[in-house]
């Protein structure tokens, strides 16, 4: 099950080689994402464009925001 | 969306998944490094000027009076020991009765902006209600600082001549 964290944790994470994955349009992707994050948007996620992510290492997926 | 990806994930085989729930915007609120065509983008953030008086609840309003008078200002934002914004007292409010308390005076429901929002738009909201200035707080309510909009108009000035 996928665990909620807060950004204090998302630095910690990334700090310790987490993958930050920005799931939103690719349009938003490029106009503003978080510092290190590739994009993953959710419209395309699947096995294919997932191959790109290294499942030996923690994946920390956002959007914009709870909504 | 972020929890349909992080399942989504999950049932692609990824067995450590992590949702970053308050996302972007969060990120943004606390002034954290983006990248992208518009990160460098003026914010009212990166002119929040954090040399502001602030003082406590309790405070006698004739000791914050004499300090916001010889500081040149006529604001002091009240905060307490988490840095919370509580209020604000300027002007007319300081020239009470010297030892009433700040919590008596204060105007308890100032204005704030985030440190992410465009500079351009904070201050053209600042322009349409005549406003000189503005606090800053992240989403939590913590005080950044105070921006000035003779500040943010010379720097969009300056970021348009530049353009």
Known sequence: MPVEINRGQVQHLVAEGAQLVDVLPADEYASEHLSGAISLPLKTLDATTAARLDQNRPVIVYCWDTQ | ?163
């Open chain 2, 1 to 163: 969306m972020s929890p349909r990806a992080a399942w989504r994930l999950e049932s692609l085989g990824f067995s450590e998944v992590y949702d970053y729930v308050a996302g972007q915007a969060d990120w943004l609120a606390f002034g954290l490094p983006t990248e992208g065509t518009s990160a460098n983008a003026p914010r009212a953030g990166h002119l929040a000027d954090p040399d502001i008086l602030t003082c406590g609840l309790g405070d006698e309003l004739g000791s914050v009076r004499e300090r916001v008078r010889a500081s040149g200002e006529n604001i002091c934002v009240v905060i307490n020991d988490e840095g919370i914004v509580l209020g604000g007292i300027r002007g007319d409010d300081l020239d009470g009765d010297a030892g009433r308390t700040v919590e008596v005076v204060m105007d308890s429901g100032p204005v704030t902006v985030r440190p992410s929002e465009s500079l351009e738009e904070v201050t053209r909201r600042m322009q349409d209600r005549k406003v000189g200035r503005v606090l800053v707080t992240t989403s939590d309510g913590r005080l950044v600082g105070v921006l000035n909009r003779g500040d943010a108009e010379f720097r969009l000035a300056e970021e348009s001549a530049g353009a």
